[in-house]
């Protein structure tokens, strides 16, 4: 018996006629009796809507209704309701039971392995175990491969249950025996990941999702990406899911429940949670003193969801048809979570005893069962068929996001050593003693003579097991899990002329930003025919910030409901518009929300067979250090677009202060191994750069992503100098030469400080009679790490001709000093250190230190990066090399006002 929303309102006045409170009890019964009447002839939805507008009339009289959103603790589909599995539920039972012989085997032998460094390799039981079930019906039954006629389920799979996936691809001949040996062990190349990672196993996983929280908030978002493609019309997606598996401790993770309203909102039929509830996190039970079933039930039920309780396997059927009085299901909701484990570390005289025992009814119900038989009394997530009922029911529903919240055991199977125990997360080695209790409770035909050497099992290919799991594959278009590397589908990207407008020199009195420039590159992109479409705006509430505001009448933004009402804006020409068939992608004031959204644009081409070329634009503060953890997963998942950080810099945003200041961005890019990084400061810059990016991401399919940052200062722009695209690339050029030809000193810089270096040139040569040259530096994290490239090349090769870092080779050619600032941390610049020439000073300013809110020359005083700082670390650098005598640095302090014990703003 079930509670589905109809009958739970039945339960709910049921309990009310058995309330001594209850003053008629006549009455109460004829209400009762009037409504199931009315289910029995004209069904539950008529039910539904008598009881709905009840509700509504009691609103409207001014009672007080309690809300709940939530129901028994039973199923939500009645056993009679139930879709019958087409399969073969014994063949199934034995490929499970092979399964999880492997994967334990696989884990156990791991860390029986005893390097002479100590330490073992780790890995995990417990969880495939625990959901064994769930993942046989959707490998059998659900869960399609990208074929001729379908674009393929997405898995995110629970990182923690690898191994299971890795024992069902070793059965269907995916993977070898040597790469079972070596779980955990990559280096050489012969090994499997520990968790889901497509940088390291790239053919086969899909998604990254051991990082908690983050595989169900990209889910969500790649389900919607699903929808998009199919309502632009660049792909047919109508008949793919996303499936989501996720532990029920996971669901703390604050990233786990914050976008489940978009999916709701969005109708996004298209996707399915699964969690896994087995009332565990690492260390102990997740509500040891609630019900986390009832609490993510009124989570997402609130939130629109349509939710699928499956709690109870059919053992429990008849038990509950049983229950008139309703005393079993009272105990059931009575009880805690932390009651639930105890019963599953236990045995069926515990449960007995401490379950059915709490009232005479329900002790009376099992009597004339054996012990053993109470234990058997199975958990919802261990029943094949009411698994494959929920599953069923899940994939055809229409119009809502669906969540099945399935109850389980963790180490389901795992016996004494970690069935249901507070430690079973971490137990991964077993006795021999424990294997072959394992083996026998799931009848795995090892001898007793091989139990110690654990070995992997593989029925013979001519079994009906064998024949059965290659045909159910075979039905459902391939093997899963599957990755493509590289879309079928090529792209020309325009030539650079295509730019010119950002390329060429600015005219006077129209002086423009980097930001300016970037829209300009972006439209004249959005016109190419080919490409065009293919461009994703993303946008987190900033386009006016961005001047980006008049892209939405232009390609619109992206609603599945269209536009239902009439913009206040409508008179204007760059009106808000919103369309079914928009381009932008406006995530509202939601960062992580825009980035999932950039992943699965820019993950495209491996999960759709299509490129995509997202642009996600942001203020440049609440990128990484936001969403750093996505932005790894990004590089994991070889993700390929473009990430925007504007208003970039310490000091460029007038008055906003401490939380908006960025001035390390760029070295938390550079953690990121295939995140390619730049600060330019001119338009030509982020002309080639974004040029560059295309070619690489678009043309030769390079699993990279490009981050640059903009500014919103305007100054003119010099153009670009023909033959120093590679070098911009490079990260580094001679932007402006001294004016004898000759420089003494050598001024880097990137972003909005360069300007300030051009000052301190100019203020260089006319007050100090110093001639400097300025080399513009796009990017320092790509100059540093050719130069690191170039150490460990010449480390590895010492008999051969060294090779020399482009800085070298850069400023050999230039004598003197070295001075780089930069709007960054001095740690930023301080990188190309090693590969500046021997014998040259090299001073670097940087902005350490929280930003605050002043006008820019004030911030740039402030942190001592303005072009009087750069002029005294110029004196001072040729000071210490005897050009310059040391006075003139004491007079160049007092000259420019500098305040010489002011408190050093890293602590300011």
């Known amino acids: 018996m079930a509670a589905n929303p109809e009958q739970a309102r039945v339960d709910t006045l049921n309990s009310a006629a058995n309330d001594a409170q209850n003053q008629d009890l006549q009455e109460t019964r004829e209400w009762l009796d009037a409504l199931t009447a009315v289910i029995e002839s004209e069904g539950p939805a008529r039910a539904h809507d008598l009881l709905e507008q009840l509700l509504e009339h009691a609103r409207q009289s001014s009672i007080d209704m309690p809300f709940s959103a939530n129901t028994g603790y039973v199923n939500t589909i009645e056993s009679s309701q139930e879709k019958r599995s087409p399969g073969n539920l014994d063949i199934e039972r034995r490929l499970r039971a092979y399964m999880r012989w492997n994967a334990m085997a ?62 069902r691809a070793y059965l269907e001949g995916r993977l070898s025996e040597e790469q079972l040996l070596n779980f955990r062990q990559e280096v050489d190349g012969k090994g499997l990941s520990s968790y889901p990672h497509p940088k390291l196993m790239p053919n086969f996983w899909q998604f990254p999702t051991v990082s908690m929280g983050l595989g169900p908030l990209m889910a969500i978002y790649q389900a919607r990406f699903l929808k998009y493609l199919h309502a632009r019309g660049i792909a047919n997606t109508e008949n793919r899911k996303v499936w989501v598996f996720c532990g029920d401790g996971e669901m703390d993770e604050v990233e786990s429940l914050g976008a489940i309203s978009l999916a709701a909102r969005e109708k996004l039929d298209n996707l399915i949670f699964v969690v896994n509830c087995n009332l565990q996190r690492l260390d102990g039970p997740v509500r040891g003193n609630g019900k986390i079933i009832q609490e993510l039930e009124g989570e997402f039920r609130g939130s629109g969801w349509n939710v699928i309780k499956l709690i109870w396997g059919k053992g429990w059927d008849d038990l509950l048809a049983r229950d008139k009085d309703g005393a079993l299901r009272k105990i059931m909701m009575e009880c805690n979570d932390g009651d639930y484990q105890s019963f599953k570390a236990n045995d069926g005289a515990y449960v007995r005893k401490h379950f059915f025992g709490r009232d ?87 001898p007793d003579s091989q139990i110690a050497d654990i070995p992997f099992y593989k029925p013979a290919d001519d079994t009906p097991e064998m024949k059965y799991l290659h045909e159910r594959r075979k039905a459902l278009g391939g093997y899963l899990p599957h990755r493509r590397v590289k879309a079928d589908e090529q792209f020309t990207v325009p030539s650079l002329d295509t730019f010119k407008s950002v390329m060429e020199p600015t005219a006077e009195g129209r002086e423009i930003s980097t930001t300016q420039a970037y829209v300009r590159f972006l439209t004249q992109l959005l016109r190419d025919q080919a490409l065009g479409p293919r461009v994703v705006p993303i946008l987190v509430d900033e386009a006016r910030t961005f001047g980006m505001e008049g892209l939405f009448r232009q390609i619109g933004i992206y609603n599945p409901a269209g536009q239902q009402y009439t913009p206040v804006d409508k008179d204007q020409v760059m009106y808000y518009k919103e369309d079914k068939a928009g381009q932008i992608l406006q995530e509202g004031i939601n960062e992580a929300g825009g980035m999932s959204s950039w992943i699965a644009a820019a993950t495209s081409y491996s999960t759709s067979n299509r490129i995509m070329v997202p642009f ?75 040029h560059h990016g295309l070619k690489r991401m678009v043309e030769k399919q390079d699993n990279v992503y490009f981050y640059l940052t903009l500014l919103n200062e305007n100054y003119a722009m010099p153009g670009l100098t023909p033959g120093t695209e590679e070098q ?91 001075v780089a600032s930069t709007d960054y941390m001095k740690a930023y610049a301080e990188q190309i250190r090693p590969f500046v020439p021997k014998g040259r000073t090299f001073k670097v300013l940087g902005t350490d230190g ?59």
Not at 380 to 386: F, P, R
Not at 409 to 414: A, I, L
Not at 416 to 440: M, P, W, Y
């Open 850 to 908: 929280f930003g605050r809110s002043d006008f820019r020359s004030k911030l740039r005083e402030h942190f001592e990066i303005n072009r009087h700082y750069i002029v005294v670390a110029t004196l001072k650098a040729l000071s210490e090399e005897g050009s310059v005598p040391v006075a003139k640095v004491a007079e160049a302090i007092s000259k420019y006002g500098i305040q010489a014990d002011k408190i050093n703003p890293l602590y300011a």
């Open 616 to 690: 996600y634009v942001y203020y440049s503060m609440f990128g990484f250090q936001r969403i750093g953890d996505l932005a790894w997963a990004a590089g994991d998942m070889q993700a390929r677009g473009f990430l925007l950080g504007g208003t970039s810099g310490r000091t460029t945003l007038n008055g906003e202060g401490l939380q908006h200041e960025d001035g390390h961005s760029h070295i938390l890019a550079g953690t990121i191994p295939n995140c390619i990084s730049y600060d330019p400061t001119f338009a030509h810059e982020v002309g080639v750069i974004l």
């Open 106 to 167: 696989m884990v156990v032998k791991a860390n029986r392995l005893h390097p002479a460094d100590g330490g073992d390799l780790g890995g995990h039981i417990g969880s495939f175990a625990s959901l064994a079930s769930m993942f046989g019906a959707g490998f059998n039954h659900f869960w399609h491969a990208e074929s001729e006629n379908h674009g393929g389920d997405c898995l995110y799979i629970q990182g923690h249950v690898s191994p299971g996936v890795y024992a």
């Open 360 to 446: 005479p009814r329900t002790l009376e119900m099992v009597a004339h069962m054996t012990d053993d038989e109470v234990w058997d009394l199975r958990r919802g997530g261990h029943d094949s068929q009411k698994v494959y009922a929920a599953f069923h029911a899940a994939n055809e529903h229409k119009n809502q996001p669906t969540v099945l919240l399935i109850k389980t055991v963790k180490g389901f199977g795992m016996g004494k050593i970690g069935e249901g125990k507070n430690n079973v997360h971490q137990t991964k080695k077993l006795s021999d003693e424990d294997i072959k209790a394992f083996r026998d409770r799931f009848n795995i035909p090892i």
């Open 728 to 818: 911009i690339i490079k990260g580094m050029y001679l932007c402006k030469p001294a004016s004898n030809g000759k420089g003494a000193v050598q001024l880097l810089g990137s972003g909005t400080i360069l300007r300030e270096s051009i000052a301190a040139q100019e203020l260089l040569e006319k007050e100090w009679g110093v001639a400097a040259n300025v080399w513009s530096c796009p990017s320092f994290n790509e100059l540093t790490r050719e130069g690191q490239d170039c150490e460990r090349w010449n480390l590895l090769h010492p008999l051969e001709a060294p090779r020399v870092s482009f800085v070298s080779q850069q400023l050999e050619k230039h004598a003197g000093p070295v």
